[in-house]
């Protein structure tokens, strides 16, 4: 009926009309017709096959995740060990398919929420650009709530330094700022980092002039982050999130020096093994190393 002609406009009816006019579903006719014209034609995978199958990568990955040091890494980082160390050709949407069907994905993934208002950029170029401090409150059992304050390179994401404490004072934050102008830069005398500048929060222990005097002696110069906005201080914020969920999260500590203990344990093999992908997947470490090389040549 609906290729019929219209003995007055000289035109067909049209599945629309048809249907309307009897109160029929369009969507009936669709299905009538898919029916008729037999079982669909199922498209296949376009492209080369894979190599292996599903079940075979599934065994990598998960031996890739129980051999890692660190817990809930997303699927990325298990790509990127996969090429580069195992040499296994597989693309990363397949490895991030794969660990979503298994229940593989980290745990600590968040839902991105909408933009912020600040939309600079405060990861460097170089080293020794830009460090960024801040400081958080754990508990334990026996020493209560204690301070631990780090300081972060933003190229790299290395921490340069860390201090676990029960009084969370301006001294207190300075520790980590003095240990990493030591490793860094070989020592804490006048102007032994000049040229660096330290990002931090408004604190009451970053805004402190015994805290603003000493790092002007070493040369720094401070950056605050802007008010109501932490991702301007994102990249020691970032540090102490993977920090908490690597090691606080699910676990108890007695007292200080338990938590020193954990903590000091994390920050070595963080730097050492833990991939960023702004790097190209090597650790922070090794980007210093691989820095040094290429000024060298």
Known sequence: MSAAISAGMARPYGVERVCRVWEVPRSTVYAKRARAAGPPVVLRRRGPAPR???????????????????????????????????YVRVSRTRVLRVMRENGLLSPHRARRGAGAAHEGRIITNAPNEMWGADGVRLETVEDGWVWLFTAVEHWNAECVGWHVTKKGDRFAALEPVAM????????IEAAA????????????????????????????????????????????????RTLKEQVIHGRVFRNVEDLRVAIGAFVKNYNEKWLVEKLGFVSPRRARELHALRRVA
């Open 193 to 240: 980092a000049r040229g660096l500048s330290l990002r931090a929060d408004h604190g009451t222990q970053y805004v402190a002039d015994d805290f603003r005097n000493q790092v002007r002696y070493w040369g720094i110069q401070m950056s605050y982050a802007f008010v109501e906005e932490p991702q301007t201080n994102g990249v020691a914020e970032r540090f102490n």
């Open 52 to 86: 292996g199958a599903d079940a075979d990568l599934l065994v990598l990955i998960r031996a890739d995740l129980a051999g890692s040091p660190f817990i809930g890494e997303g699927h990325r980082k298990v790509w990127a060990r996969l090429r580069v160390r195992d």
């Open 180 to 187: 990493g102008v030591k490793n860094i830069f070989g020592t």
